[in-house]
Structure formats: C-alpha cells, structure tokens
C-alpha cells in the first residue's frame, strides 16, 4: 500500500491518475481536480503535476498570496434574505451572510480544486463507498465549545431527516434509503420517502467520522462545500434551530447586527481564529477585515450598481450584463468576469398535462435553436446549452453531438400526440436573477411559433416564483453553478429527491448516474457521462437555451479578491488597500 | 358642520371595517395555506395542522376576525413571517421614514407649484403661463423611474455629486434624501401647479376680481386679498390627496432608491406574501386614504363659503 512520508495510505486512485496523466488521457486540471479529492493536499498535488509535466506548476492562489494590511470594513451590497437554518439555504445570498461565521467541511477554491477546512483530511477507500474525515482539532464554537466528531454527525443527521426538508438529501443519497411515509399519494398509492439509513455515518473517535454509502460517489469532499452543508453546533436545535437567534460558529467572524432586506454586519471575533496559524492559500493566515458589511439594496443590479459609483459600498454581489459599461465607467472599478456552470432551464413536470406525454416534451425541445441564445442575451458571452444540465466546463463533461432543432419533426410528434393544430402553452418566470430569463422565454416562443405552439409568458415577481418553482408544470427555473455536474443531475433529476422539480423519474438515468459517480479513471467516467446525458436529453424535460457568464465588480482598494464561480464569497485573505 | 364631520368619519370607519373584513377574508379563509407561509413550503401536514390548532385557527372565522380586529387595534397586527419581527415594530418606523420623505416633498413642493401656479393663473397665456405648461406637463408624464434613471446618471455617475441609493445604511444622510425628493418632486409640482393655475385664472376672470380692479385697487392687494384665498381652495384638496400618493404611491421611487420607506415595505410584503405585514399596511394605506379624503372634505367645507348643507342652511 503506497503511503505518504507520515505514513498515511494514498489511495490506489491517485496512482492512476498520474498514470492517465502521464499518458494524456486526462488534462491537469482534471488531474488536480481527483487526486485533492482523494485526500491528496492542495499544493502536493500541483507539485506532482508539475513533476510529471515537467513543469513549473504552483499552487496559482499560493503563489498570488500577499502581505495584506489590517482593519478596515469591506461593505458589499446584496440582498439580505433570513438565515434562519442553514440547512434549508436555496439562495446563494444567504450563505454569504453567515459563511465568515458558520464553516464547511471542505472548500472548492475558484481554481475548482476541493481543500480541506474543517476536516484536515479524508481517505476514501478503494471502491469509493466509505468515506472516512478527519477533522481539525483545535478548532471552537466561539462559546469555547470544542469542534467535533458530534457536531458533524448532527449535521449529517439533520439534513437527512426528511423533516428537515433539506435539498442535501439529494446530494447524499447514498447514505439514504426509501421508506413509507404512511402518507398516501393523490392516486392512492402509499407516499415514499428517503431518510438516513442506521450505520450511513459513524464515528470512530471524537476527531474521526466515517460515511458508510450504499454505493460509490467520488464527490462527497465538493459535496461538502454545496451552500446548505454548512456546519452549526451539535446544540442548534437545542437552542431553538434559528442561527440569528443563537449566532454561534467556528468562523473568524460574528454577526453583530442584522436585519432582513436591509444589512447584515460581521464583526471578527474577539478570540484567536483557528485559521490564522493554518497554511491555505484561502482560509489560511491573518484575517485582515475588521468587519464585513452586506447592505441589501434591493436584488436588482442597478440599484447594487448605484450604491457603488457612489462609494457607498466597495463591491456589488453581481452586475447584470445590461450594466457592464456603466461598471466600467466608474472610476477605479476593477470588473470581474467568471465562467460559470450557473444556467436556467425551462423545465417540464412529467406527471401534468401536457408534458406526461413525453412526445410533446420532445417537440418542445426540438424546436429550440440554442445557437442564437449567447448572442441575443449576452451579446455573444456565455455557452450553448445542450439540454443535459452538464457544462463543458465541468470535468466530467462529455461533447455529445450537437443538438439539431428539428421543427418538421416536432410538428409530426405533436400530430401524433394528439395536437395536430399545435397546442397553448403557459410557461411561469419569476426573473428570479435578472430579466435575461423573460428575454429567453420571448426568443424561445419565437422558436415554438412555427411548430404551432403558442406560448404565453406568465411573469410573476421572484419570490412569488419560489413559491411554485418545483409546483408549476412549466416554469423557467436557474441554478446555480456546481462543481460537478453529477451533483446538480443529484439535487435535481434523481428519482424522489427534494429539488427534483420536474417529478422525472427513470431508474436507468439513475442508475448510469451512479455508475458514473462511482468510477475514477477520468475516460471512463466521461463515457459513462454519455449516457447520462443522453438520457436525460432524450427524456426531454428540460429545455436548456444557455450557461451564463457572471459579473461582480468591486473597488481597485480592495485587494485579494477572487471571483468564485458560484458566487460565494470567501474573504478570509481580502484586505482594504486604504 | 359638525354633523357632515361626524358623518364622513362615520363613513370612514365604515370603510375600514368592510376593507379589513374582504382582507382578512381573502388572506385568512385557507387556513393551511397561511401555516404553509408560516412553517415554510418543507413542512409538513402534520407540523402545519398543529401549528393551526396553537395558534387558534380552528376557531370560529367571525371569532378569529373579531379577535384580529382587536388586535390591530391595539397595534398588535403579529409577525412579520419574512422579516422575523413584530410587524409594529417594522411598520412605524418604515412610516417615520416615509413622513420625513413626504413631508419633505411637500415642503417643497407646496410653495414651488403654489407660486408657479399663482403666477401663471395671473397672467393667463403669458410666455410664464405658457412656459410652465409645457414644463409640467412634460415633468409630470415622465414616469418615476426614467427620471430617476436619469437622475442617477447625471448626478450619481457622470458628476458624482450625490448618493445612488438612500439606505441610510451608516446612519441618517441628507444628501442620501436629494435624489428621491427630486423625483417626486418633479413628479407631482407640475400636477398641483396646473391645479392651480386653472383655479387662479377662472378667480381672476370673476365679476368681483374685475370690480375690486376697476374700483382702483392695487393688482398686489387684489391678488393677495381677494383672489388668492379663493383660489387656493380647490389646490387644497389636490394637496391634501398627495398624502396618499406619498404614502403607498411611491413604491418605485423607493424601491429604485432603496430608501426603506413604507411604500418599499409594501412591496416587500406583496412580493414576499408576507400575509400579516399585507394587512397591516393595507389597513395603514386605506386609513391614510380615507382619513385624507375626510380631511379633504371637512377641509374644503370649511373654506369655500358657497357650501353650505341642507341642516344648516336659513332659508
């Protein structure tokens, strides 16, 4: 069994991977991706490329570290929601207010390399299906409470408990199983639903847990940094489950004031934080920021913009794609652009008319032309969608033939679906991250016109579209961006998972998902992919026009930024150049 | 007199009751649906029936409206669900930031639009009477959020003279209130201004204008004694209308701004679902609107002369 120089395992895995990338069958970015995932250091494995490559190669964000300066408030405007349970998050804003206060296990820097945070480190064994996380001692609640292997079995608990109503559910599914809720469905048939199974996770000493998965699943560790995972205190609940009531963390910051839909203020904690004697290129070392202050000035960009050209705030969460040149006209504004795996999707619910009938699905799809949508929404910014869910920047991502609008073809399913004349369609948009999604739903029924198909655009405020987002039989829903593509399949297309908002359900898209989830060689995992996206393309029950580029903009004065393509923040090494 | 008083208060409350009583129907009928916007959309039959039985929503609905009527009576109108707080404890100071906004407004524009208006009515068809004409009619069909934008880029990112937003995030800011005030501003003095100007120039058409002028009076004495008090009665009621406007009109004005006044609070609530927080600003914006019209009325009474009503005319 090959070891490190301290004497712990590494996984046979890795050894393959610098087989593959000795050969050239998977790139570097590949490569760093899997072996940090298998519990290979950050830095280790950039030097391991660098050896085999014969290259140079340094942890990038290592290497952009700086001295930084001390003090100073960052002021950022984004919306403030409530941020009650961390577990039930569904907007990315919410975990950016508490995520300086309450941390992840792990964490997936920009460069899409997963570290550790609050575990050290994990191994995973052979067949990918026990996880075991070590985690950091030394690490307290800011009450003095020691971090621990309880915590993080609470949390695990938590999420699975179908009373929770967690999305994490979805990306844990190994570690659950089916059951009869006792419930029945409106057909009569008894109600099922999932829950942790007895032995998913187990602890082996007060630093040490164990995930017990039904099958293998390489992305537990980037599971781990998905907005709802992150981690409270074993006694959460015990205090009334409401994190703004009982603000209690292991981050280097607190909340000191906060009021929805106006400001949430963090203010650095009066103890030593755990990570500043750490060696991470992005929550290692001195915390430089007195204070983080969020304003909320409403979610639309321009009012964010405005806060911003007037120095009312150093940084907006985002710049939508009609302001960018008023952003760059501000002086001193340095702008940000990520690519991202952050799309929408009209999607389609498989149990309601007309959409049970999978031939219509099919025509709808077949009328959609996405070649024309970077260009008419983002001036030529942005990617194809391919109506997979799975983004070519994603590493498992497999370059299926292109997709071929086919109007002769969807005007005979329709026929033989029983709508020769065409048939009227109502699709609900809530814009619910800027008006780019109406302006795809009016190309989109430009697209359909010609089929026969008459689509009447239901606009409806974004709130008011949370409400119905996984009720409404047609409705234009976003995404944000993930890692792996595998894990948005999880959250949102497995069989029975909380967010799977088009009620699809195919036991073979499931199970190819599994085997791709499972398997490590990079090449055979992007054939599986093949299949999973193929099915789910051919299922039809999601029209996918484009993957959205994502701006923000902030000040020259503020240093140490990296724009994260989920947009989470993570400002641990972020200082203000006064 | 104090008999119309007492009657148009009496059909003030009157439409307060019937207005709380459609709101309270419309929000509170399904019940299930109200502990879903409570406990959240992941909860479940079980934790919402129990969540109905606590806090009395089995009960009678007559008993239940009678019991929430007491309630907001009393300022007690329950928790916001979206903003986690006594909606009292969100609503007064949401209405404090919108009286400093209206109040502002109104102080300047009541004297800027009473004088325009005055001088142009004194002078009908005169470049002035002409010029502001066109001037307000042009501010007044600009809706609020193109002149805002336009605004914002003149002031906020070409001059960077002023504020983009008014959120007062780092205490209060007079300079954060220039823009909002402008606004509406320009909005609404053309409106009053045309209001008055049509009232002076009818006043100044008058048999007893003509013959306080042709008795040799000075034009100043003849405008500031005689006319001005007569044509200021219909711009009176107009004013006294605006309050309304201002309280629950302006929404875009602070939503654009992201001043935190009542009206942005409204749109939070409608746009959220905040079901308790609707009825509380509903009852708040149809009391400023009723309560307005009865000042209006009573207001308007009490300075035209020529109304007199049937119990207390002498024949």
């Known amino acids: ?202 602890k082996l000493d007060d630093f040490t847990v164990r995930l017990n998965l039904s099958r293998p699943v390489l992305s537990i560790p980037e599971n781990l940094f998905n907005y709802p995972t992150a981690i409270v205190h074993r006694d959460f609940e015990k205090n009334g489950g409401d994190l703004l009531a009982w603000p209690m963390g292991t981050g280097p910051y607190t909340i000191a004031d ?41 979610a639309a960009s321009a009012a964010q913009l405005a806060a911003f050209a007037s120095g009312q705030v150093d940084m907006t969460f985002e710049v939508g794609k009609d302001s960018l040149q008023m952003a760059q006209s501000v002086p001193g504004a340095v702008l ?98 800027g008006p780019w999604q109406q302006q795809v739903c009016e190309i989109f029924r430009e697209q359909l016109a010609p089929a026969g198909i008459r689509l009447d655009i239901n606009v409806m405020p974004a709130p008011q579209y949370w409400e119905i987002w996984d009720k409404t039989p047609f409705g234009f829903t976003s995404w944000t961006h993930r890692p792996l593509g595998t894990m948005v399949l999880s959250l949102g297309y497995r069989c029975g998972v909380p967010w799977n908002e088009t009620r699809y359900c195919n036991p073979a898209f499931d199970a190819a998902l599994d085997a791709a989830e499972s398997t490590l060689e990079v090449e055979e995992r992007r054939r599986l992919m093949e299949k ?15 993957w959205q580029p994502k701006f923000t903009v902030a000040s020259e004065k503020v240093k140490g930024f990296r724009a994260h393509p989920t947009q989470y923040h993570l400002f641990h090494r972020v200082w203000i150049d006064a | 007199m104090l008999r119309l008083a007492a009657r148009r208060f009496g059909a003030m409350i009157l439409i307060m009751a019937v207005v709380s009583f459609i709101l309270f129907l419309i929000f509170e009928t399904d019940k299930l649906a109200v502990a879903g916007k409570v406990l959240g959309p992941y909860s479940s039959l079980e934790q919402r029936e129990l969540w109905l039985e606590r806090e009395g929503y089995n009960r009678p609905f007559l008993v239940r409206y009678g019991e929430w009527v007491t309630d907001a009576l009393r300022g007690d109108f329950g928790e916001s669900i979206r903003f986690k707080a006594p909606v009292a404890d969100l609503l007064w100071p949401r209405l404090a930031n919108s009286a400093i906004l209206a109040g502002l407004v109104f102080l300047l524009m009541i004297p800027l639009s009473l004088l325009l208006g005055v001088l142009a009515g004194m002078r009908e068809g005169s470049l002035l009477d002409r010029g502001l004409s066109f001037l307000s009619i042009l501010t007044t069909s600009v809706p609020e959020f193109a002149s805002a934008a336009f605004l914002v880029a003149l002031f906020v990112f070409e001059l960077r003279w002023l504020p983009g937003t008014s959120a007062m995030t780092g205490g209060f800011d007079w300079s954060q209130l220039v823009l909002p005030v402008a606004v509406l501003v320009l909005y609404d003095f053309g409106y009053v201004a045309r ?43 107009v004013i006294v209308l605006q309050l309304n406007w201002l309280l629950s009109g302006v929404i875009v004005v602070e939503v654009f701004f992201a001043y935190k006044g009542f009206g942005a609070l409204l749109y939070d609530a409608a746009m959220f679902g905040d079901i308790y927080l609707i009825e509380a600003c509903t009852m708040v914006a149809v009391f400023v609107a009723v309560f307005s019209q009865f000042v209006s009325d009573v207001g308007y009474t009490l300075l035209n002369p020529r109304i007199r009503f049937a119990g207390s005319t002498v024949r």
């Open chain 1, 532 to 546: 999973v996206q193929r099915i789910l393309r051919e299922d039809a029950v999601i029209v996918q026009p484009l």
């Open chain 1, 336 to 433: 940000y652009e990520v690519t991202t795996a952050q799309t929408g999707v009209m999607r389609m619910q498989v149990d309601r008319e007309p959409f049970d009938d999978p031939r219509v699905r099919r025509a709808i799809q077949l009328c959609c032309d996405a070649s024309v949508y970077p260009e008419l929404v983002y001036l030529g910014r942005g990617t194809v969608g391919e109506h997979h869910h799975v983004a070519p920047i994603h590493p498992e991502y497999f370059p299926l033939p292109a997709f071929e609008p086919d109007l002769e073809e969807a005007k005979r399913l329709l026929a033989e679906a029983g709508y020769p004349e065409g048939l009227e369609l109502s699709i609900d948009v809530g814009n619910t991250n």
């Open chain 1, 1 to 202: 069994m090959a070891t490190t120089r301290r004497g712990r395992r590494i996984h046979p895995g890795v050894e393959r991977m610098k087989a593959q990338l000795r050969s050239g069958s998977c790139d570097r970015r590949e490569f760093l991706r899997t072996v940090t995932l298998l519990g290979v250091g950050a830095s280790a494995a950039y030097a391991m490329a660098g050896r085999i490559l014969g290259e140079k190669i340094v942890d990038p964000l290592q290497a952009a570290q700086d001295a930084g300066r001390r003090g100073g408030i960052l002021r950022v405007s984004m919306p403030v929601p409530e941020i009650k349970d961390p577990a039930t998050f569904d907007w990315t804003e919410k975990s950016n207010c508490v995520r300086h206060m309450i941390e992840y296990l792990t964490y997936t820097g920009p460069d899409n390399i997963t570290r550790p945070y609050l575990a050290e480190r994990w191994e995973a064994s052979d067949d990918l299906t026990v996880w075991t996380f070590h985690l950091r001692r030394g690490v307290r609640w800011h009450n003095g409470d020691v971090f621990d292997a309880e915590d993080v079995i609470f949390n695990f608990t938590r999420w699975l408990d179908p009373k929770t109503g967690s999305s994490n559910q979805g990306l844990f599914a190994a570690m659950t199983e089916e059951y009869d809720t006792g419930e029945r469905n409106a057909d009569g048939s008894p109600e099922k639903g999932r829950r942790m199974r007895a032995g998913a996770i187990e």
């Open chain 1, 258 to 298: 906060f009021a929805v839909g106006e400001k949430c203020i963090l203010r650095r904690i009066d103890r030593p934080y755990w990570g500043e004697t750490l060696e991470d290129p992005f929550i290692g070392g001195p915390i430089h920021l007195d204070e983080i202050h969020y304003y909320d000035h409403g």
């Open chain 2, 195 to 237: 209001m008055t100007r049509a009232s002076m120039a009818e006043v100044m058409t008058s048999h007893y204008i003509r013959t306080a002028i042709l008795k040799g009076l000075p034009r100043h004495r003849v405008v500031l004694r005689h006319a001005l008090r007569n044509a200021l009665i219909a711009p009176f009621t």
